[in-house]
């Protein structure tokens, strides 16, 4: 099996920084993709960004500028780093990514437990 453990939330003022991180291990062959997701109580999980296994990123428009997703392969580990951060920002912030376990060219999406992030003064 595969496990993804999130690291690093917390509560922080308005303004400030905070960075995530995500190690996978377990029977992992490669990993592809990699995101970070946040859900916020009665709301939906959204995608906050993602990265291709070249580092090719992506961002949603409310966090584009300030938050900056990265990766270290040879750690299988993804991060977050969040500036500038909003009240509006605060929520369980979750990391996937799509392993491969064998070498048959099958990838399944795995999710670690997420971690809270808080932006309160």
């Known amino acids: 099996q595969v496990q993804l453990v999130e690291s690093g939330g917390g509560l922080v003022q308005p303004g400030g920084s905070l960075r995530l991180s995500c190690a996978a291990s377990g029977a992992i062959v490669a990993i592809n993709d990699m995101g970070w997701y946040r859900q916020a109580p009665g709301q939906q999980r959204e995608l906050v960004a993602s990265?291709?296994?070249?580092?090719?990123?992506e961002y949603s428009d409310s966090v584009k500028g300030r938050f900056t997703i990265s990766r270290d392969n040879s750690k299988n580990t993804v991060y977050l780093q969040m500036d500038s951060l909003k009240p509006e920002d605060t929520a369980v912030y979750s990391c996937?990514?799509?392993?491969?376990?064998?070498?048959?060219?099958?990838?399944?999406?795995?999710w670690g437990q997420g971690t809270q992030v808080t932006v309160s003064s």
């Open positions: 990265t291709t296994k070249d580092g090719r990123t």
């Open positions: 996937s990514a799509a392993v491969r376990e064998g070498w048959r060219y099958i990838y399944t999406k795995y």
